[in-house]
C-alpha cells in the first residue's frame, strides 16, 4: 500500500476529536490560571510584601512547630498508658500535616518570584538571614522523616494519616532485621533531638532579627511577612548609633581574634 494511503493516514472532517480539543482547553485554562496566580503573587511583592500564600504558609508553619516542641516536652513526661498513645497519635499527625505543608512551601517559593526586600542588601546580616533560612529548611523537613522514621523503625502496627483522614504510609522497612531496625531508630532520634535543640536556638535569634529591623533599623522586613503591623518611619535614632557602634566593636574584635589565631595576614 503506498504512501498516504494507509488505515492511519485517514483523518475526520473536522479535525481533532471532542475529547482531544477538551484536554487541551483544560490545559490552557490551568496555564492560564497558574500564570495569573504568579502575576498576582509578584503584585504583591512589587508593593514590598509577601503574597498571602507565602504570608499563610509562614505563620502557619510557625504555629505548628511552637506546638510540636511544646507538645514533644509534654508528652514525654506523660506516664506509660492511654494519655501517652494518644498524645503520640497527635504528635504524628501534626508532624505529617508540617511535612506536607513544607513541600508546598518550598515549592511556592521556588515557583513564586522571591521577594527582595533591605533585609537583602550585601553584608554580613544578608549572608546570615541566608543561612538561618536553610538551617529552617533542613530542620522543617527534617524533624517528620525522622519522626517518620523512628516509626517505621520501630511500631510497623501504628496507621498513620495525614489531615486525620488520608492513610500515610509507613516507610518501608520490614524486610530489614532488628538490628537495622534498632539502628535506624537509633540514629533518627538523635538526629530528630539535635534539629529540636537547633530550632530553639534558631527560632529567638530569627525573631529578634526581625525585631531588630522593625524597631532599630526601621525598615520594611518585618512589615512584608505581617503586613497589619504598619511601617515605622524612616529616621537616624540613637538606637541604629549604638547597633552600628557595637556592630564595628564585635566585627574588630572578631578580626583581632582570627589575626591572633591565625596570623596577621590572614584578615
Not at 48 to 68: D, E, K, N, T
Not at 113 to 123: C, E, K, M, R
Not at 217 to 224: E, K, L, S, Y
Request: one cysteine or more; a positive charge.
Amino acid at each position: 500500500m503506498g504512501a498516504g494511503f494507509g488505515p492511519l493516514s485517514f483523518r475526520r472532517p473536522g479535525g481533532a476529536g471532542p475529547a482531544v480539543v477538551a484536554d487541551a482547553r483544560g490545559r490552557g485554562v490551568i496555564a492560564r490560571l497558574f500564570q495569573q496566580t504568579l502575576e498576582w503573587a509578584a503584585g504583591h511583592h512589587d508593593e514590598g510584601r509577601y503574597s498571602p500564600v507565602g504570608i499563610a504558609f509562614h505563620w502557619v508553619m510557625a504555629a505548628l512547630v511552637v506546638f510540636q516542641i511544646g507538645w514533644g516536652f509534654w508528652m514525654g513526661r506523660q506516664p506509660v498508658g492511654a494519655a501517652m498513645v494518644g498524645a503520640y497519635d497527635v504528635h504524628f499527625a501534626v508532624g505529617v500535616l508540617m511535612l506536607i505543608l513544607v513541600i508546598g512551601r518550598l515549592s511556592w517559593r521556588l515557583l513564586a518570584p522571591d521577594l527582595i526586600n533591605d533585609a537583602d542588601q550585601p553584608g554580613w546580616e544578608s549572608w546570615a538571614a541566608h543561612v538561618t533560612h536553610y538551617v529552617f529548611y533542613i530542620c522543617l523537613f527534617g524533624l517528620p522523616l525522622t519522626g517518620w522514621a523512628m516509626i517505621s523503625a520501630t511500631d510497623r502496627t501504628r496507621e498513620l494519616e495525614a489531615l486525620g483522614f488520608i492513610p500515610w504510609p509507613l516507610l518501608p522497612l520490614q524486610n530489614l532485621s532488628n538490628t537495622q531496625l534498632w539502628a535506624i531508630e537509633a540514629a533518627a532520634e538523635w538526629m530528630h533531638w539535635g534539629m529540636v535543640i537547633t530550632l530553639l536556638l534558631m527560632i529567638p535569634i530569627h525573631a529578634g532579627a526581625a525585631l531588630k529591623h522593625h524597631l532599630i533599623d526601621r525598615d520594611d522586613v518585618f512589615h512584608a511577612m505581617l503586613p497589619v503591623v504598619p511601617l515605622r518611619p524612616r529616621k537616624r535614632t540613637r538606637w541604629q548609633r549604638r547597633w552600628r557602634a557595637l556592630e564595628r566593636r564585635v566585627v574588630s574584635t572578631a578580626k583581632g581574634l582570627l589575626r591572633g589565631l591565625l596570623g596577621p595576614k590572614a584578615v
